[in-house]
């Protein structure tokens, strides 16, 4: 089964942008 880059792409951007989120609420 190949993995769409777009889509794992979309996945690693959404991580990034909680863990963002997560640094200035904290």
């Given at each position: 089964?190949e993995?769409?880059?777009?889509?794992?792409?979309?996945?690693?951007?959404?991580?990034?942008?909680?863990?963002?989120?997560?640094?200035?609420?904290?």
């Open positions: 089964v993995k769409k880059p777009e889509i794992t792409r979309m996945l690693n951007q959404s991580k990034k942008k909680k863990k963002i989120k997560i640094k200035l609420n904290s």
